[in-house]
Nanobody, 122 residues
């Protein structure tokens, strides 16, 4: 299983970005997809996850600005980020848990993609 995240970049505060994650290889139809982020000097943290049926879970303080979605036909997951703030700057990672159990902890995901960098300027 391979995950490839893309869509990061430099954006001004208040702007938007849409991250994409393409999944390839043998996965489960019921897999849980998640996004995490890690800023320099900080631990990786949960951003959002989505079940195969579209159930969404968010880090509470991001819920009003970020939207996670997925395309089960094309094996992709997306993260729409709006009203970006400088504190949103981080490397963003997508991850998959094959059995679909809803979790937030990093150690419970089976595969990870490389990060895509998001930088928000003030």
């Amino acid at each position: 299983v391979q995950l490839q995240a893309s869509g990061g970049g430099l954006v001004q505060a208040g702007g938007s970005l849409r991250l994409s994650c393409a999944v390839s290889g043998r996965t489960s139809d019921y897999a849980l997809m998640g996004w995490f982020r890690q800023a320099p000097g900080k631990e990786r943290e949960f951003v959002a996850s989505i079940t195969w049926s579209g159930g969404r879970y968010y880090q509470g303080f991001l819920k009003d600005r970020f939207i996670i979605s997925r395309d089960n036909v094309n094996n992709a997951v997306y993260l729409q980020m709006n009203s970006l703030k400088p504190e949103d700057s981080a490397a963003y990672y997508c991850a998959i848990r094959l059995d679909g159990v809803v979790v937030r902890d990093i150690g419970s995901y089976d595969y990870w993609g490389r990060g895509t960098q998001v930088t928000v300027s003030s």
